[in-house]
């Protein structure tokens, strides 16, 4: 069973699938190297990167991503503050420090080898890493693919079950196993997910909680570092960082009394996701494209809610989570395989359904809230303009948010009981209608806005789009 830290990854910003995923792969690859005993003998590492990681991974931090992993920093842990010293240093020394230990030569354009027109066989976004001895023979090799939400695989492992699953007391494959044990055992979702998430940890229910509050946490030192950065997105298409300017000007309209709460999300949201477009410390929900709709809709609960107090506020994130888990279980969150209602309209569905929640909502309520967001994001493409995620991305969380809101608003009107729709049919409609999809639609930026836009004037290159 999936853990809701597997959706929530603190991390680092721009992409989910082309920066979290190759750091963790490339810190995997260097972690292994030592546990064979090989680290001492390793002379020389190449890391090959393929098809869509190849594309827009200068872009994107990819290659950056490569070298601080296999010097074994991981997403959540890098300190962002030196990286860019760092770097300078592993690529004027030519040296780098493998497993943080053992000293290679490392020469960037010789060992990262950028595989610009071939694909690996199961996944556009792949890897391989090959560690050589001083007799230039290979010690060790193995292929990695990063396959959405900062998820990793090795070759051997894609597309089996975990082989590590732990067994959990209140195992829900759907959301109608989650509402019977709702039912059954009178539980509420977040009580349930905190006792799987002690299981699948060997933590006390309160070590759960401490650290869903830490990913409460980072989610909100994100919006308010987003609130306070101005200046231009790199990546060439010229996006001024809004967030912090239309907050100011909400917060002075707000006090001279014309106008009330309403925009902040979409504020909060567009903070993160500029923070994430700019390379910053961000969670995934459930990835990094989308990463701005939970956090918002959560920063807004806990400021403007009657209801907001600690313990609501990890109960927003386990209930969030446990939607988020069964988006990943039965259909996508990779905006690659089913477009972007599998990102941002997942994201929508997922603080929905927890804003309901906190808000005294019943399981019908909470399904219902769920159930709604995703209804009114089918078909959503993903069509981001020059490869990068900003447009349309960065307003669409902060659309999303308010949706949410507002949806969840709407289930509390009601009991939940008389809609014709699940969450698991609609759940399973979004998979099918993202396998319906036109490919140019997925990741590609070879249709819709990222097309239209071009045409028009600006020369923004297309690349393929990771998020
Ligand atoms: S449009 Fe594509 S890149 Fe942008 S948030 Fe949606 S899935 Fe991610």
Same mark, same amino acid.
């Given at each position: 069973m999936l853990s809701i830290f597997d959706i929530f990854k603190i991390g680092l910003g721009p992409s989910s699938s082309h920066t979290v995923g190759p750091?963790?792969? *490339? /810190? /995997? +690859?260097? =972690?292994?190297?030592?546990d064979l005993g090989v680290l001492p003998q390793v002379k020389r590492i190449a890391a090959e990167v393929y098809g869509s990681l190849a594309l827009t991974g200068l872009g994107h931090g990819t290659f950056d991503a490569i070298l601080l992993g296999l010097e074994g920093s991981l997403p959540h842990d890098v300190d962002l503050e030196t990286l860019p010293e760092r770097l300078e240093h592993i690529n004027s020394q030519a040296q780098l420090q493998l497993n943080g230990t053992h000293t290679i030569d490392f020469e960037v354009a010789r060992d990262v080898v950028v595989r610009y027109s071939d694909s690996l066989p199961k996944h556009p976004n792949g890897l391989? +890493?090959?560690a050589y001895d001083e007799n230039e023979q290979s010690l060790h090799e193995q292929i990695y693919y990063s396959i959405g939400g900062g998820f990793i695989v090795t070759d051997e492992q894609f597309g089996k079950p975990p082989t590590d699953a732990v067994s959990v007391p209140y195992p829900f494959q759907n959301m109608a196993?989650? %509402?019977r044990i709702c039912d059954e055992e009178d539980l509420s979702i977040a009580q349930v997910v905190v006792q799987n998430e002690a299981a699948i940890s060997g933590?006390?229910?309160? /070590?759960?909680r401490r650290r869903v509050a830490a990913v409460a946490q980072a989610m909100f030192d994100c919006v308010e570092r987003g609130l306070q950065q101005r200046g231009v997105l790199s990546g060439g298409l010229n996006v001024k960082r809004r967030a912090p300017d239309l907050a100011q000007k909400m917060q002075a309209l707000r006090e001279a009394g014309q106008l009330n709460t309403h925009l902040w999300p979409m504020i909060y949201a567009m903070a993160v996701n500029e923070e994430n477009a700019a390379g910053g410390r961000v969670v995934t929900a459930p990835t990094n494209g989308a990463a701005g #709709? #939970?956090? /918002?809709v959560l920063y807004y609960f806990q400021k403007f809610h009657p209801l907001a107090a600690p313990r609501a506020i990890e109960d927003f994130l386990l209930v969030a989570g446990a939607i988020g888990i069964l988006y990943k279980t039965n259909a996508s969150i990779s905006g690659a395989e089913v477009g972007c209602q599998g990102e941002v309209g997942v994201a929508c569905s997922m603080a929905a359904g927890a804003f309901s929640a906190v808000s005294g909502g019943t399981t019908a309520q909470i399904e219902n809230a769920a159930e709604m967001a995703m209804e009114h994001h089918l078909g959503l493409t993903c069509d981001p303009v020059g490869g990068l995620v900003q447009i349309p991305c960065i307003e669409r969380n902060g659309i999303a948010a308010e949706k949410a809101i507002k949806l969840a608003q709407l289930s509390l009107l009601e009991d939940g009981f008389n809609k014709k729709v699940s969450l698991d049919m609609v759940i399973k409609t979004m998979l099918q209608t993202g396998l319906d999809m036109k490919s140019t639609y997925k990741e590609t930026s070879l249709a =819709? %806005? *990222?097309v239209t836009l071009k045409q028009k004037a600006?020369?923004?290159? #297309?690349r393929v789009v990771e998020c």
């Open positions: 750091m963790k792969a *490339a /810190a /995997a +690859f260097s =972690g292994c190297l030592n391989r +890493f090959i196993d989650l %509402l933590e006390k229910p309160l /070590a759960v #709709v #939970v956090p /918002a =819709g %806005l *990222a600006v020369p923004i290159s #297309v």
